[in-house]
């Protein structure tokens, strides 16, 4: 069985709809955890606040390294040069 012939588009649809699931995954999960924080008293509340305020901020250091990842420039590939003798 031949395996499917992927061009550019292809791949950019699949990291597309991967970075639309992940950040939909990742916004459920803050929702449940508001929701949990909001709903408890005591301190699970505390627990659960502090919980989404870490997960948030490691969602948007993790989105920041993404970015600057992405849009760093790119070292020149470094050049080899043959040595002759004259």
Do not use: H
């Not at 948030?56 to 990842?69: D, E, G």
Request: hydrophobic share 50%; charged share 15%.
């Amino acid at each position: 069985m031949n395996a499917p012939d992927l061009d550019g588009e292809d791949l950019a649809l699949i990291a597309g709809c991967g970075a639309f699931v992940g950040t939909l995954v990742r916004n459920l999960a803050i929702a449940a955890l508001l929701i949990a924080s909001i709903a408890t008293t005591g301190v699970l509340s505390g627990v659960l606040w502090s919980t989404t305020a870490a997960f948030v901020s490691f969602s948007a250091i993790s989105a920041a390294n993404r970015a600057y990842r992405q849009r760093r420039p790119r070292p020149a590939p470094a050049r080899t040069t043959v040595k002759t003798s004259r």
